[in-house]
């Protein structure tokens, strides 16, 4: 063969071995280069998922910083309490309404009460009822409605209703009443003072007690640890409307409870079932998953239109963490997020899921 021939030969083969090269190091940057993204977005997304932590009861779990508390109810010491973020100004207005009109519902209006100027106070009404009623003698006398109110935090607002009877004297009302209103007023408000109320003291929501105690919205309560409580505390995602979390502890399986993976949780005239009748669902997935030393299971579903439902409870049903995305009936798009953004944030969140202390 010809020297040019060879020569040319060469040169071609070395030109098609360095665009080869080139493509393939091309190919490995691109390659590698959405790799990193890909890893980025997720340690970003987990970072924003898990930025605070966050408590209720006696456990904690990681939620975004920006969020805020919704409505919540708890069972501690025997008294079951509302709690509704935001709301005390609102609280105040209605008990003072109560008062103009001079009832409330189908009882009437006998007292307010201030307990601590601008942080407690004590609604009184009379129920609806007979001092003397020979038919159904277990409900005679006059019962009384107690509505303790007081605020949390900046204007956080909480509610307890203890109930006060006064009984009969010779079918009629005792000539003393309105002393016998204000004993024992003053003795069921000072149960909830006692029992509740004095062993508050306001925490901001990024604080985590040293202590054994239970978490409130806006609130702590110090205690050895083994005194019963059942609360449920709701978060709202400022970021993200229609994403909502919720934290329940300190309930457990009624008999004949089913445990969560056996569970319908679209039973027929339930809260779900009447929300997503119309709706079709499928099951992302469910199964056995532990965390943090908690035996559990989850459960994930969807909707059309990007709609989620998941679940993950402990076998025992103590504590239930739930979120929900776009089913607010209200939101009619369903969640700005994807199913993968959605697995993602719940995969960021619940294994930050712990006992406080």
């Given at each position: 063969?010809?020297?040019m021939?060879?020569?040319?030969?060469?040169?071609?083969?070395t030109v098609?071995?360095?665009?080869?090269?080139?493509?393939?190091?091309?190919?490995a940057?691109?390659h590698?280069?959405?790799?990193?993204?890909?890893?980025?977005?997720?340690?970003?997304?987990?970072?924003?998922?898990?930025?605070?932590?966050f408590?209720s009861?006696?456990?904690?779990i990681?939620?975004?910083?920006?969020?805020?508390?919704?409505?919540?109810?708890?069972k501690?010491?025997g008294?079951?309490?509302?709690?509704?973020?935001?709301?005390?100004?609102?609280e105040?207005?209605?008990?003072l309404?109560v008062?103009?009109k001079?009832?409330?519902?189908?009882?009437?209006?006998?007292?307010?009460r201030?307990?601590?100027?601008?942080?407690a106070?004590?609604?009184?009404?009379?129920?609806?009822?007979?001092?003397?009623?020979?038919?159904l003698?277990?409900?005679?006398g006059?019962?009384?409605?107690?509505?303790?109110?007081?605020k949390l935090?900046?204007?956080?607002?909480?509610s307890i209703?203890?109930?006060?009877?006064?009984?009969?004297?010779?079918?009629?009302?005792?000539?003393?009443?309105?002393q016998?209103?204000?004993?024992?007023?003053?003795?069921?408000i000072?149960h909830?003072?006692?029992d509740?109320f004095?062993?508050?003291?306001?925490r901001?929501?990024?604080e985590?007690?040293q202590?054994?105690?239970?978490?409130?919205?806006?609130?702590?309560?110090?205690d050895?640890?083994?005194?019963p409580?059942?609360?449920?505390?709701?978060?709202?995602?400022?970021?993200y409307?229609?994403?909502?979390?919720?934290l329940?502890?300190?309930?457990?399986?009624?008999?004949g409870?089913?445990?969560?993976?056996?569970?319908?949780?679209?039973?027929k005239?339930g809260?779900?079932?009447?929300?997503?009748?119309?709706?079709?669902?499928?099951?992302?997935?469910k199964?056995?998953?532990?965390?943090?030393?908690?035996?559990g299971?989850?459960?994930l579903?969807?909707?059309?239109?990007?709609?989620?439902?998941?679940i993950?409870?402990?076998?025992?049903?103590?504590?239930?963490f739930?979120?929900?995305?776009?089913?607010n009936?209200?939101?009619t798009?369903?969640?700005p997020?994807?199913?993968k953004e959605?697995?993602?944030?719940?995969?960021a969140i619940?294994?930050?899921?712990?006992?406080?202390?």
């Amino acid at each position: 063969m010809p020297k040019m021939k060879i020569s040319r030969l060469m040169f071609y083969s070395t030109v098609l071995t360095s665009v080869m090269l080139s493509s393939c190091s091309q190919y490995a940057q691109t390659h590698s280069t959405a790799e990193n993204t890909a890893s980025n977005y997720a340690q970003n997304a987990a970072t924003y998922w898990t930025e605070q932590p966050f408590c209720s009861g006696r456990y904690q779990i990681n939620l975004p910083s920006n969020r805020i508390s919704g409505t919540g109810w708890l069972k501690y010491n025997g008294w079951q309490i509302r709690v509704r973020p935001d709301y005390w100004n609102l609280e105040v207005e209605s008990i003072l309404e109560v008062k103009e009109k001079g009832y409330n519902g189908s009882a009437s209006f006998i007292e307010n009460r201030t307990v601590i100027p601008n942080k407690a106070m004590a609604m009184v009404t009379q129920a609806s009822a007979s001092w003397d009623s020979p038919l159904l003698t277990q409900v005679n006398g006059m019962l009384y409605n107690v509505d303790f109110s007081f605020k949390l935090g900046k204007n956080d607002a909480y509610s307890i209703r203890a109930f006060v009877r006064i009984m009969p004297v010779n079918g009629k009302a005792p000539s003393n009443l309105k002393q016998l209103e204000k004993s024992k007023v003053d003795e069921a408000i000072g149960h909830i003072r006692n029992d509740f109320f004095d062993k508050l003291r306001d925490r901001k929501d990024t604080e985590m007690p040293q202590q054994q105690g239970v978490c409130l919205t806006e609130g702590f309560i110090a205690d050895k640890g083994t005194e019963p409580f059942f609360g449920s505390a709701g978060i709202k995602i400022k970021d993200y409307k229609g994403v909502y979390a919720e934290l329940t502890t300190g309930g457990s399986l009624e008999e004949g409870d089913k445990p969560l993976l056996e569970r319908d949780l679209f039973a027929k005239d339930g809260a779900l079932d009447k929300l997503f009748s119309w709706a079709k669902y499928s099951t992302i997935r469910k199964g056995k998953r532990d965390i943090n030393g908690m035996a559990g299971n989850e459960k994930l579903v969807k909707w059309q239109g990007n709609r989620y439902l998941f679940i993950w409870e402990k076998e025992d049903g103590s504590v239930k963490f739930k979120m929900t995305f776009g089913t607010n009936e209200k939101d009619t798009k369903g969640s700005p997020l994807s199913e993968k953004e959605a697995l993602t944030a719940w995969d960021a969140i619940l294994p930050t899921l712990k006992k406080r202390i």
